[in-house]
T-cell receptor, first 114, second 112 residues
Framework: GESVGLHLPTLSVQEGDNSIINCAYS??????FIWYKQESGKGPQFIID?????DKRQGQRVTVLLNKTVKHLSLQIAATQPGDSAVYFC?????????????FGKGTKLSVKP | DGGITQSPKYLFRKEGQNVTLSCEQN?????MYWYRQDPGQGLRLIYY???????QKGDIAEGYSVSREKKESFPLTVTSAQKNPTAFYLC???????????FGPGTRLLVL
């Protein structure tokens, strides 16, 4: 796998490799984070979330890592499959904020080569 | 898409016309949201509602209006005041505002 930041919006990996998608979040007070997957022409799909009192959380083939010191979030996808090809967004939420919205990154496009 | 439906999938608007996008959820969620997505852009919040009969403006509310008369429904009207309405519109809901949001399939609005 190959890690990228949001300034490099495309990640291309070989099928079966691990993928790492990175996200730098903006607000040091943000305490809840979510990763979404969006396939072309569809709505975003919830993948996994993590609260700021944790630094790692695992799901099925996915792991989210949170480094609050440097305000960095990553999504690791194990054994990447063609069906994983999509745009991946991170979102942050400031728990104490008055607005109801999540703040979304612009996304990283993951392309899986067979 | 998890219990959130949006209709229609594609919508065409003529100049000066108001159009309404439908969003329904059967998840018994209190909070509902409308986002706009432009090509290569992140999601921008238009309006959100924490409970029935209450809604708040998001970052780009100008030219849009909403209502929340029922818990399961949160329609969005794109008015003629919205000068650049062509976009992909996404509705979402969550158990409450602090929790993860789940999205519908989206409506693509095009201007004739």
């Amino acid at each position: 796998g190959e890690s990228v930041g949001l300034h490099l919006p495309t990640l291309s990996v070989q099928e079966g490799d691990n993928s790492i998608i990175n996200c730098a979040y903006s607000n040091s007070a943000s305490d809840y984070f979510i990763w979404y997957k969006q396939e072309s022409g569809k709505g975003p799909q919830f993948i996994i979330d993590i609260r700021s009192n944790m630094d790692k959380r695992q799901g099925q083939r996915v792991t989210v890592l949170l480094n609050k010191t440097v305000k960095h979030l990553s999504l690791q996808i194990a054994a990447t499959q063609p069906g994983d090809s999509a745009v991946y967004f991170c979102a942050e939420k400031y728990y104490g904020g008055s607005q109801g919205n999540l703040i979304f990154g612009k996304g990283t496009k993951l392309s899986v080569k067979p | 898409d998890g219990g959130i439906t949006q209709s229609p999938k594609y919508l065409f608007r003529k100049e000066g016309q108001n159009v309404t996008l439908s969003c329904e959820q059967n998840l018994n969620h209190d909070a509902m949201y409308w986002y706009r997505q432009d090509p290569g852009q992140g999601l921008r919040l238009i309006y959100y509602s924490q409970i029935v009969n209450d809604f708040q403006k998001g970052d780009i509310a100008e030219g849009y209006s909403v209502s929340r008369e029922k818990k399961e429904s949160f329609p969005l009207t794109v008015t003629s005041a919205q000068k650049n309405p062509t976009a992909f519109y996404l509705c979402a809901s969550s158990i409450r505002v602090e929790r993860a949001q789940y999205f519908g399939p989206g409506t693509r609005l095009l201007v004739l």
